[in-house]
């Protein structure tokens, strides 16, 4: 079946735009996680939305960093402003519920800040 | 963030030898647990989990162990293979998922 798609897989971008990232979770998840991680380091944690609840969104580093699931399915990450250390690959993951089930990610949008 | 900032440790093995990566959690209270695997350009992907009722579990060529005591998770791949060279991750669990740092795995020929 489909798994999670996150579009673009890449983008360029000049300080100071804004960038919109997507991500497709897989159909019937709950659960949606963005996550940033620099070249050759970990995964940072962003965002996390449950079902109906209230996003938890206490790893978005500044306010120029915003995140909406609409419908309870496709989500959206939005940078405003972006700078050069905004520059890393954003990871979505989805899972069919936020405890006890695994996550499976997409590819991630690559994000370059020039 | 959790985990920023932390330049990856690296584990090397010969090809055919059994490989052990280790992992610290942080929450006492966390009940699932996962290790993943990932690979250049692409996402993480899931190798196997345990739960916290568990000490031990085995998946095929992978067993993982998990020692509430002291917080610590390891993974065991038996046979490595060139394949296997990856970072590998674990995660944490109690209403949301927070990972470890990582180990990158290179496997000699």
């Known amino acids: 079946g489909a798994g999670v798609s996150q579009s673009p897989s890449n983008k360029v971008t000049e300080k100071g735009k804004d960038v919109e990232l997507r991500c497709d979770p897989i159909s019937g998840h709950t659960a949606l996680y963005w996550y940033r991680q620099s070249l050759g380091q970990g995964l940072e944690f962003l965002i996390y939305f449950q079902g109906n609840s209230a996003p938890d969104k206490s790893g978005l580093p500044s306010d120029r960093f915003s995140a909406e699931r609409t419908g309870g399915s496709v989500s959206t990450l939005t940078i405003q402003r972006t700078q050069q250390e905004d520059s890393a690959v954003y990871l979505c993951?989805?899972?069919?519920?936020?405890?006890?089930?695994?996550?499976?990610f997409g590819n991630g949008t690559r994000l370059t800040v020039t | 963030g959790e985990n920023v900032g932390l330049h990856l440790p690296t584990l090397s093995v010969q090809e055919g030898d059994n490989s052990i990566i280790n992992c610290a959690y942080s929450n006492s209270a966390s009940d699932y647990f996962i290790w993943y695997k990932q690979e250049s350009g692409k996402g993480p992907q899931f190798i196997i989990d345990?739960?916290?009722?568990?000490d031990k579990r085995q998946g095929q060529r992978v067993t993982v162990l998990l020692n509430k005591t002291v917080k610590h998770l390891s993974l065991q791949i038996a046979a490595t293979q060139p394949g296997d060279s990856a970072v590998y991750f674990c995660a944490e669990n109690t209403i949301k998922t927070i990972f470890g740092a990582g180990t990158r795995l290179f496997v000699k020929a």
């Open positions: 993951a989805s899972s069919l519920r936020g405890d006890n089930s695994p996550l499976h």
């Open positions: 345990i739960r916290s009722n568990m």
